[in-house]
């Protein structure tokens, strides 16, 4: 449970603290060797379009094989790749993956889905992200508009006007900004407002106790009306329950994600769970049914 209170508070910094400083070092070491090797790779989740009933796109989600410990989760790796300063090169390698996988599915017919990437606040202060955002969207050939770059509000927070003339300019190319997490951090509405933000994820802490807690449902639809008045979409993270997903369709929510919906899988599996038929119309509008 511990590990689910937030991503930025205590409990990560718990769990990261559970590897002894040498266990570290030495994970650093592996996780050095592991970058460009095929141990690193991405899953993806689903995230479903609540009006549409269809999935809108995905998010991209890192995932490492160690040779001997098998799979260690982003919350153990992360932050020592922060640390160390391999996170730009790792993030790198995750942003241009994510959208050469999303380049495939658009050829495959599903030119609308999204591409979600989550960035670390390390990638989110160097003024060269921009350069490489655009430079990765023209490399496979994907519309600004497909890319969302996820960052967490206390990322948005740390250096509030070098990260808010970054945001504007990826803004400016039109790219999709998310803010992830939302309502574990600090931002104050007034900085809200002037982010250039397209979306909004209420994080996980907020939907877990939904259906019995009235606190809940109060804050979830405060986020919504905050969110839509500021002409953002929002999106409930971590969706477990049918129960959950009524409330949260109920108070607004544009999108969901969450085991209920589907758990973050690799590219072959996701696009066999997901691709659905085309509607007729666009069959007869000359689309071409996608080989394999
Ligand atoms: P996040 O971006 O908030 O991602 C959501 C996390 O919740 C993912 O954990 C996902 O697997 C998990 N999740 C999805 N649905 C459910 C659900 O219904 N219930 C529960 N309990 N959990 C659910 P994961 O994959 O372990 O990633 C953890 C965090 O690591 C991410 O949180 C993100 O902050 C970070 N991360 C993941 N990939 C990357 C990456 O490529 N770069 C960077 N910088 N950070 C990443
Ligand atoms: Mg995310
Ligand atoms: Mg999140
Ligand atoms: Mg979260």
Redesign the pocket.
């Known amino acids: 449970q511990a590990k689910?209170a937030g991503?930025n508070g205590f409990a990560v910094f718990a769990e990261w603290m559970n590897d002894s400083a040498e266990q570290q070092f030495r994970l650093l070491a592996d996780l050095r060797s592991a970058i460009g090797t095929d141990q690193l790779f991405?899953?993806y989740?689903p995230k479903l379009s609540v009006a549409r009933h269809t999935v809108a796109g995905a998010?991209?989600?890192?995932r490492w094989k160690h040779p001997e410990q098998g799979l260690i989760?982003?919350?153990r790796f992360?932050r020592l790749a922060e640390r160390s300063g391999i996170?730009n090169e790792?993030?790198r390698w995750?942003l241009n993956e994510a959208c050469r996988q999303l380049r495939q599915w658009h050829d495959a017919g599903h030119d609308n889905w999204t591409m979600s990437?989550?960035?670390?606040p390390i990638?989110f202060s160097a003024p060269q992200l921009l350069n490489e955002v655009r430079d990765v969207l023209a490399r496979h050939r994907i519309e600004p508009r497909r890319l969302i770059l996820?960052i967490?509000e206390s990322t948005v927070m740390r250096d509030t006007e070098t990260s808010l003339r970054l945001l504007q300019a990826l803004a400016r190319l039109g790219v999709g900004i998310s803010i992830?997490?939302f309502g574990t951090g600090y931002s104050s509405l007034l900085y809200l407002k002037r982010l250039p933000a397209s979306e909004i994820?209420i994080d996980?802490a907020f939907v877990r106790e939904l259906e019995n807690s009235s606190e809940d449902v109060v804050i979830v639809s405060a986020i919504v009306a905050l969110g839509h008045a500021l002409d953002m979409d929002i999106v409930a993270?971590?969706?477990?329950t049918a129960g959950q997903r009524a409330y949260l369709e109920r108070l607004g929510c544009d999108y969901l994600?969450?085991?209920?919906l589907g758990?973050?899988v690799d590219p072959v599996r996701f696009k066999q769970l997901h691709d659905l038929p085309r509607p007729r119309i666009e069959v007869a509008a000359g689309w071409k049914e996608p080989e394999g």
């Open positions: 689910e991503r991405l899953h989740q998010e991209a989600l890192i989760p982003p919350d992360i996170i790792i993030g995750a990437v989550n960035l670390s990638q996820e967490t992830d997490d994820k996980h993270e971590g969706v477990e994600q969450g085991y209920l758990h973050p």
